[in-house]
Every structure is written in C-alpha cells, then in structure tokens.
C-alpha cells in the first residue's frame, strides 16, 4: 500500500512539473503573435508601439516594424495608423506587411515628400491609404534588385497635391532585379495641379508606375485587376484640365526583347489623360474597360514602342463616352483585336472630330473591331518617327459615323 502511494505521488508531481511548463510557456508567448488563414505568422506594428487610434502619430513606430528582423510578416491590426513623414526602409530578406479588415494608412505628408521608399522586397496585402487630400511626391518607391514584388487587395485614396513644382508618382515599380505581380488594387479621387505644361515631369500624376530603364531591366510579371476612377490634373481653381495624367504607365528601354509582361481586367472611369499608356514592347493588355465625361480623356490607351520592335497585342477592350481617341497606335507591330468603341462628342479637340483607332506608325493590325466614332480610324505620321506609315491592315472591322447636328 505504501508502495503504491510514493508511485502515485511520483507521477502527480510529474503532471504537475510538465503543467507548469506548459503554463510558463503560454504566459512567454508574445500576445503580438497572430496567425492567417495561410498559417503564416507575423510580428504585430503594435509590439513596437503603434497605436492605430488616427490621432496618434505612428510613423516611428511603422518604421521601426518595416526594418525589424524579428519576423518574415508584418502584420497590421485592424485600425488607422497616421503617417506623417517619408518612412524609409533599410535592405533585408523579404518581407510580408498584411492588414487585417478595415486597416488605414493615414498619411499626412508636406509637399514633395514620399510615403514609402523601399530598398527591401516589402509586399502589401489587404491595406487601404488615404492621403487624406494632401500633398505626394511617391506613395511607394520600390527600388531595384529586390526580387518579386507582391500588391494585394489595395486601395490609395484622396490625393489632392497642389504642388505643381514636382509630378505624383502612387505606386512606382523600377524593374531592373524585380518582377511585378499586382492584383485587386485601386486607385480614386486623386487630384494634382498642372503647371500648364504637358511634356514635363511637374504636374504630372501617375497611378502605377513600372519602369524599366538601361540594361538588365525588362520588364515582367502580372497586374490584373486595377481600378481606376476619378483621377484629374486640376488648375488654381479646382478645375479639371487636360494637362498629363496616367493609370497605368510601362516604360522600357534597352530590354525591350526579353519584356514579358500582361496587363488584365482594368477598369477606369473618368481617368484623366490616359488609362493606359505603354512605351514598351512585348506587352499583352487584355480586358478593359474605359468612359470618360469629364472632358480631358485624349485616349484609353496610347501604345509606344520603346526602343523596341513593339508586338504589343490589346485585346477585349471596351470603350466608351467623351475621348479624343481611344485607342492609338504610335509603336509599330500593334496588334488591336476584340474591340468595341462608341464615343461621345467632345469639345476637347476643340474642331477635330473624335477618332476611333488613330494609327501612327507601320504594321497595324485592326481585326474584329466595332467603332461608332465622327473618325473611325485615322492614319497620321508621328512626327517624333522616322518609321513610315505603312502595312495598316483592317478585318471584320465595322464603323458606324454617327450624324453630328
């Protein structure tokens, strides 16, 4: 009996040892520890004291998390977290910064100040920015050599930059070491003053930005799924003016020949200038929707070629209401194909009828095409080429010329 007792009285102090470690465990656990649905766990913004209450200013604390080691995912809970200076993030391994429902980046920046400058590979999901109709020099700046760059489910809102000194730059991809891989992201209500120049860099707004400049720098991945709605130069008045705007912009120089990049699911609604303007070659753009009436759409998409020999192929487009042109074709080897425009009158040309297709440069392709334009399609040498104006091929294309009383 004796026996029996010590034996048991052994193994209740076993249980209870082994319990108490359990017990320490859990206590040690950092309560910033979370998990997603992915099973990936993340390091929370509020374990280097941010608050996330709107007022509180965040900025040192966000910094802090962004160049931190302690965790592969930054994660925000839901909440506003204000920002109201330039956060620059240090090289580092990749990193995953994920919000949580309803999460804000509150940003109230100075004139010519940046959000985000990135010299580390900082993917975004699930996060919201509202600029808070201020000042922005470059939402975020990816710098080159950071690998695959992820953008999820994002939304940047209400910029109102009256600094027409410097041109605004949301989202700004160089593309020399990176590829690009964007996805359900959205870009409203974002204002900026002109300087009554059109060529220049100032006063010029740009959504997203992919630039690939010198050697090494094609350009590759996806960006499906992009919104773009409400996006203007304004004057001193608050007036919406034709100066230069763009939703999406690709830019590529020296590696045009190994470009392989697509373009998906795109939808704008009074986009300013332009939706899409490509100077690249190599570049698939398929399914988009455009409509302007606020009267300073020249064109849904205008296609360069770069330095390149173009093959850029636009299919499944739709477009609609008050644009100069809807489509032009200023890069050779432009292959326009599923397509289907009706425009509207507009006084922007002033005189000049409105222009379906407008055709710059050699070896156009126009196939299954349905225009309603005063021009269906127009051929025009671009005076900035000294490709010729040659090899414009039309199939099962049907115009309709409305009657202008």
């Not at 206590?27 to 997603?36: A, S």
């Not at 809102?157 to 160089?174: A, E, F, M, Q, W």
């Not at 297709?357 to 156009?364: A, N, P």
């Amino acid at each position: 009996m004796l026996k029996w007792i010590k034996s048991n009285q052994k193994k209740s102090w076993i249980a209870l040892i082994f319990l108490s470690i359990i017990i320490v465990e859990v206590i040690r656990m950092p309560l910033d520890i979370v998990e997603d649905d992915t099973k990936q766990q993340g390091l929370s913004v509020k374990s280097f004291g941010a608050i996330g209450d709107g007022i509180t200013d965040d900025t040192k604390a966000i910094e802090e998390a962004f160049n931190s080691k302690k965790a592969e995912v930054i994660y925000f809970p839901s909440g506003t977290y204000k920002i109201t200076s330039t956060i620059n993030v240090k090289p580092g391994k990749p990193r995953l910064v994920l919000g949580d429902s309803d999460v804000v980046i509150s940003a109230k920046l100075a004139a010519g100040q940046n959000l985000f400058v990135l010299n580390r590979n900082i993917s975004f999901e699930n996060i919201d920015f509202d600029f808070n109709n201020g000042f922005l020099q470059y939402g975020i700046y990816f710098n080159a050599d950071l690998g695959e760059i992820t953008l999820k489910n994002l939304k940047f809102k209400n910029v109102k930059d009256t600094n027409s000194l410097g041109g605004t730059i949301v989202v700004y991809i160089l593309t020399k070491g990176n590829q690009v891989n964007v996805s359900d992201i959205h870009f409203e209500d974002m204002l900026k003053k002109g300087n009554g120049v059109i060529t220049d860099w100032a006063g010029n707004i740009t959504c997203l930005y992919v630039k690939g400049s010198g050697k090494f720098s094609e350009v590759a991945g996806k960006i499906k799924g992009v919104r773009i709605k409400n996006i203007h130069n304004i004057d001193a008045d608050n007036n919406i003016i034709h100066e230069d705007t763009s939703g999406i912009y690709v830019f590529s120089s020296e590696s045009n020949d190994k470009n392989d990049i697509e373009i998906t699911n795109v939808y704008g609604y009074n986009f300013g200038k332009r939706l899409i303007k490509l100077d690249a070659s190599n570049v698939k753009i398929k399914k988009v929707f455009a409509y302007s009436d606020t009267n300073d759409a020249l064109s849904a998409i205008l296609v360069y070629s770069g330095e390149g020999e173009g093959n850029n192929i636009i299919t499944d487009v739709k477009i609609r209401g008050g644009i100069y042109a809807a489509l032009v074709a200023a890069g050779s080897n432009t292959i326009f194909r599923d397509i289907d425009i009706k425009l509207e009158k507009t006084t922007f040309s002033g005189e000049n009828p409105n222009t379906g297709i407008l055709i710059m440069t050699e070896d156009v392709l126009v196939e299954k095409v349905d225009i309603e334009a005063e021009r269906p399609i127009f051929l025009q040498q671009n005076s900035n080429s000294v490709k010729p104006l040659k090899n414009t091929r039309v199939k099962d294309t049907t115009f309709y010329v409305p009657v202008i009383e």
